[in-house]
């Protein structure tokens, strides 16, 4: 059974940082391409970025050059570091398989003052 595990998610003020983990078992993880989807309350799910197994990364737009997505193989480990963080980052994140076959229940970030 493919479980993916979010955490790392709480409020932090404009402009700050956070890292992202998910953990991932179930599956292959080391030949997966995984994402992170975020969806703010009220809209719908929103792509954010890939991480090819090759370590490739691919991100939209409004989050490029702000957000980092990187795997740890050996541990079967996701991860998004987030930084300068604006309120229109706001929104529950999520860690799924490639395509979106599995999702994670999501780790809540809040960017407020």
């Known amino acids: 059974e493919v479980q993916l595990v979010e955490s790392g998610g709480r409020m932090v003020q404009p402009g700050g940082s956070l890292r992202l983990s998910c953990v991932a078992s179930?599956?292959?993880?080391?030949?997966?391409?995984m994402h992170w989807v975020r969806q703010a309350a009220g809209k719908g799910p929103e792509w954010v970025s890939e991480?090819?197994?090759?370590?490739?990364?691919y991100y939209r737009t409004s989050v490029e050059g702000r957000f980092v997505t990187s795997r740890d193989n050996t541990k079967n480990m996701l991860y998004l570091q987030m930084n300068n963080l604006s309120a229109d980052d706001t929104a529950l994140y999520y860690c799924?398989?490639?395509?979106?076959?599995?999702w994670g229940r999501g780790t809540q970030v809040i960017v407020s003052s």
């Open positions: 799924t398989t490639f395509g979106g076959g599995s």
């Open positions: 179930g599956f292959a993880f080391s030949n997966s391409g």
């Open positions: 991480i090819s197994p090759d370590e490739s990364t």
